[in-house]
Structures are given as structure tokens and as C-alpha cells.
């Protein structure tokens, strides 16, 4: 099962060693960005309708102040600019971590 060794900040960018070795570099605009909460994604009715969720807009300047692990799961962060209701699952923070910098 995928889990993280260790999270560091290093400069503008989270940094997570994985337990099969590998490591993950995301910067803090894009891990703001890919938020899955609720507040950032909104939500859907039973009947596919979208309801809230922010337009898309830039996250250059928010930095991560810190974070917490959610069960053997999810990390969860505490953003500068007052967000920290998103749970990034292991998978999709490998995912991001293989994004282009």
C-alpha cells in the first residue's frame, strides 16, 4: 500500500519520499490548485448537477504552512490563504508529483 515515509517543505514545493522509494516534488500553486474539496471542486446531486466550487485562478504566492496525516489515507494542508478543508489521497499526490514543474 502506498504511504508516505516523510512530507518536508523545501522552497515553494512539497516534498513526500514514498515507501516504495520514489520521490515527489509539488509546488504549492499546484497542489492549492488540485484541491478535492468541496469548497474548490463543489459537488454533485444525485442527478449530475454541479453546485458551487471557485472559477479557476491562480494560486502563484499561497504557501503551504502545514499539514496532517488523515487515517492511512490522505494528507490534509493548511494553506496561507486560509484553505484546509481538502484531503489529497496518497494516489492523488503521487499523481500531482508526477506532473511537470
Known amino acids: 500500500m502506498l504511504s508516505p515515509l516523510d512530507v518536508q517543505l523545501i522552497g515553494p514545493e512539497v516534498a513526500i519520499r514514498w515507501n516504495d522509494g520514489t520521490e515527489s516534488y509539488i ?3 499546484t497542489l ?12 454533485q446531486d444525485i442527478f449530475g448537477n454541479q453546485y458551487g466550487g471557485e472559477a ?3 494560486h502563484v504566492g ?3 504552512l502545514g499539514w496532517e496525516q488523515v487515517g492511512n489515507y490522505a494528507l490534509r494542508f493548511d494553506f496561507s490563504d486560509g484553505h484546509r478543508t481538502g484531503l ?5 499526490l503521487r499523481r500531482l508529483g508526477e506532473l511537470p514543474r
Not at 88 to 92: A, F, G, I, N
Open 62 to 64: 499561497v504557501e503551504v
Open 88 to 92: 489529497y489521497p496518497y494516489t492523488l
Open 56 to 58: 479557476p485562478k491562480s
Open 27 to 29: 509546488t504549492f500553486a
Open 32 to 43: 492549492r490548485a488540485a484541491s478535492p474539496s468541496a469548497e474548490v471542486k463543489g459537488e
